[in-house]
């Protein structure tokens, strides 16, 4: 760490000076133009202040009863997420449906709506919901968020693998907490093969160049594309189905093209309804064009085409993304038409 960002993190530790949440922090002694500003002092939760996620991946449960015991791993701070995964039984994952429908990954802003001692129910922005006009609720563990805003950088880096390591900030560059697909993070600057960053708690940490892509903040992380949309939804091909997964841990069908969406600078809603109503109807289908399926009149599922009569999808729990043809039984019996959220 070179001294003047020794000066910079040091000073936050320090500031007690109160900040709204969600404003942009002064520029503090030691902090360049162009660099990051440091983080404020932290805040207390409020209600319909900004929070920022700041582990891994936090799931939004229905309530705070929502979890059970085998639950435990992913209410911690850090999160134990592949614990989780491997602690649940297949009808455990298949009863999430009743308990969890979404997640948010590291350094999201979410918003509170309501507080209790140990939980806070927040909606999420950057998941727009049927649920909520203000973004996807959930209720998520007090400890896994923070108020401090996010350091104030004019680069970030999204994870463009399915996961990647954060790492120490030293030659060592030991493995500290392993973050997925779609995670931003400000950027401080690049050294021997890592990108530098700064976490929500303030910590420097390193990713792998390899494992992500750095960017200009708000603009996408990858180019939007067709090609490319098909390209990223298969790199998934593979990863177990996760009712409410939105991470590289795991998807469920929506949460899937939401991801990659997301990495292409697209918003689209996080479930599979509002995704039918949204984005620009099509008759002939292209690649990248998202397909919807009903039954009774209800949409439950979505696939993207991949072209060649081909689509690509996180079918049900124990089934991994896969590519299948479009005309396979019983998905094309079902078949409600198709949307498309690039032009």
């Given at each position: 760490m070179s001294r003047a960002l020794a000066r910079v993190v040091a000073t936050a530790v320090l500031l007690v000076a109160a900040v709204a949440?969600?404003?942009?922090?002064a520029p503090t002694a030691g902090a360049s133009a162009t660099g990051p500003a440091a983080p404020a002092a932290r805040q207390a939760l409020a209600v319909g202040g900004s929070a920022w996620v700041a582990v891994s991946v936090a799931r939004l449960w229905t309530s705070p009863t929502a979890p059970w015991p085998v639950d435990a791993p992913a209410l911690q701070a850090p999160v134990r997420f592949r614990a989780w995964l491997a602690a649940m039984s297949l009808s455990q994952r298949r009863a999430l449906d009743q308990r969890s429908d979404t997640e948010a990954l590291l350094g999201d802003r979410v918003v509170v709506v309501r507080l209790r001692p140990q939980w806070a129910k927040v909606v999420v922005p950057s998941q727009p919901s049927q649920k909520d006009p203000r973004g996807y609720p959930g209720w998520v563990p007090r400890r896994q968020l923070t108020t401090v805003p996010p350091a104030q950088a004019s680069q970030v880096a999204t994870v463009t693998s399915r996961t990647s390591w954060l790492r120490s900030d030293d030659a060592a560059a030991t493995r500290a907490v392993e973050v997925s697909f779609g995670t931003r993070l400000p950027v401080l600057g690049q050294t021997a093969g890592y990108v530098r960053v700064v976490t929500p708690r303030g910590v420097v940490r390193r990713l792998a160049g390899s494992t992500v892509a750095v960017h200009d903040r708000g603009a996408p992380a990858i180019a939007p594309g067709a090609a490319s949309l098909v390209r990223t939804a298969k790199s998934f091909l593979g990863l177990p189905y996760l009712w409410g997964g939105l991470s590289g841990f795991g998807l469920d069908c929506s949460g899937l093209t939401w991801l990659v969406h997301r990495v292409h600078g697209v918003t689209i809603p996080r479930d599979a309804l509002p995704q039918s109503q949204h984005g620009t109807a099509v008759g002939t289908r292209q690649p990248g064009d998202l397909l919807f399926y009903a039954?009774?009149?209800r949409v439950h599922h979505v696939?993207?085409?991949?072209?060649?009569?081909?689509?690509?999808?996180?079918?049900r729990t124990g089934r991994p993304v896969q590519v299948m043809s479009f005309s396979a039984p019983p998905l094309r019996a079902e078949y409600v038409g198709a949307r498309r959220y690039l032009h």
């Open positions: 949440c969600g404003s942009t922090p039954t009774a009149g696939s993207m085409y991949v072209g060649d009569g081909l689509m690509i999808h996180a079918p």
